[in-house]
């Protein structure tokens, strides 16, 4: 089982490019979130894709958005790339348990973006 | 809404002291609690999790009970090692399609 894969590993764009993070979930996962984790704190919630629709979202503005795949497997992107927007970026995934929710999160390692 | 509240850091320890990190939480209904590590240059890892009142999570040498009476998850380890240096997150997970609700972070370093 590769778990949960990301790519790239780094990434550098100038202010006002567009960015296009990539995300593979665990085998067997459905569910996949994103985060936002800036130097020193701690990763903060963008939005969780199921069943290819956006079900949850963080407090994150409209440049970010997301796509999920017939695969399970996730974009999210990024536009007007702002120097705060540099960060690491965290892919999670899991599964639906019944009709309560879903289980425990597995994270990747993450996309390291700096924007210059 | 959902907040986790933990300890600031940095935490400097010799090896083999005993080790705390407090965890204290604010959620609606009953959520699950999580310890996650993350060693410098990496993701998150899962150290351990309880789901309902008075669980205790246990995983290499790490302890944590779930108080709902406190509101607290408080991480423990009898005896550090030096490769126990990292950050240490506590999380949350609410009931439902719900994100996952992280603590700031407590940098451990243990030393020789």
């Known amino acids: 089982d590769a778990g949960v894969t990301q790519s790239p590993t780094h990434l550098i764009k100038t202010r006002g490019q567009q960015v296009t993070l990539r995300c593979s979930p665990k085998?067997?996962?459905?569910?996949v979130s994103w985060y936002q984790q800036a130097l020193g704190q701690g990763p903060q919630f963008i939005f969780q894709?199921?069943?290819?629709?956006?079900?949850q979202r963080g407090n994150f503005p409209d440049r970010f958005s997301g796509h999920q795949f017939p695969n399970y497997s996730s974009e999210l992107n990024v536009n007007a790339l702002l120097l705060g927007d540099s960060a690491l970026y965290l892919c999670?995934?899991?599964?639906?348990?019944?009709?309560?929710?879903?289980?425990?999160?597995?994270f990747g390692p993450g996309t390291r973006l700096t924007v210059l | 809404g959902d907040s986790v509240t933990q300890m600031e850091g940095p935490v400097t320890l010799s090896e083999e002291a005993f080790l705390t990190i407090n965890c204290t939480y604010t959620?609606?209904?009953?959520?699950?609690l999580f310890w996650y590590v993350q060693y410098p240059g990496e993701g998150l890892q899962l150290l351990l999790k309880?789901?309902?009142?008075?669980d205790k999570g246990s995983n290499k040498g790490f302890e944590a009970t779930y108080r709902k009476e406190t509101t607290s998850f408080h991480l423990e380890k009898g005896s550090v090692q030096v490769s126990d240096s990292a950050v240490y997150f506590c999380a949350l997970l609410s009931g439902g399609y719900q994100k996952v609700t992280f603590g700031t972070g407590t940098k451990l370093q243990v030393i020789p």
């Open positions: 309880a789901t309902k009142a008075d």
């Open positions: 999670a995934s899991s599964a639906v348990t019944g009709t309560s929710g879903t289980d425990e999160q597995f």
């Open positions: 959620a609606t209904g009953y959520p699950s």
């Open positions: 894709y199921y069943e290819e629709e956006e079900r």
């Open positions: 085998s067997g996962h459905d569910t």
